[in-house]
């Protein structure tokens, strides 16, 4: 059954799922860098520990993503704003102000984040007018900064509720 509607009413509709925001990053085997700001990152199995994460099928970026080995997933904590920020823009070197550390397969990782995945890349899968990139992962840091959120279209914070289950 074929269901026509208005897309930009449907990206609001889903915009009331607030998400967490990460930036998701490889290098090709020569050495190029990359990385993309992603709100589509998600749990999928911990036997084996896999993760999910979409990536825009006309993303210049792909082409690494596709060459990487692994890909790390950068959860942003609330006060990375700016982080988040430089790498969801177009920019000529999204890394040439931004300090980090090679992480798996050399894999971009920034310090002060929420948390962060090392992931082996593990399959890759069409959704659409996106691709899904699902890793392994194989090693993890779990900082338990507060994470920055998306809600909207716009950034949010955590705040505890008062009413207790």
């Avoid at 082996?120 to 392994?136: A, P, S, T, V």
């Avoid at 998306?150 to 009413?163: A, E, F, W």
């Amino acid at each position: 059954m074929s269901c026509e509607f208005d897309t930009r009413a449907f990206r609001r509709a889903l915009g009331n799922f607030a998400t967490g925001v990460t930036v998701v990053t490889a290098a090709a085997p020569d050495g190029r860098k990359v990385g993309v700001t992603a709100n589509s990152f998600n749990s999928v199995s911990l036997d084996p520990p896999l993760v999910l994460w979409s990536i825009d099928k006309r993303s210049s970026s792909h082409e690494v993503f596709e060459q990487a080995s692994h890909f790390a997933v950068n959860i942003l904590a609330a006060d990375q704003i700016d982080l988040s920020n430089n790498f969801a823009r177009p920019r000529e070197d999204r890394f040439a102000e931004v300090e980090f550390e090679p992480g798996e397969g050399g894999a971009p990782v920034f310090a002060d984040c929420s948390a962060r995945f090392h992931c082996e890349k593990y399959q890759q899968l069409d959704g659409g007018d996106h691709w899904i990139m699902i890793g392994r992962v194989v090693q993890f840091d779990d900082f338990g900064r507060s994470p920055l959120l998306y809600h909207q279209g716009g950034y949010s914070r955590v705040l505890p509720h008062t009413q207790v289950g």
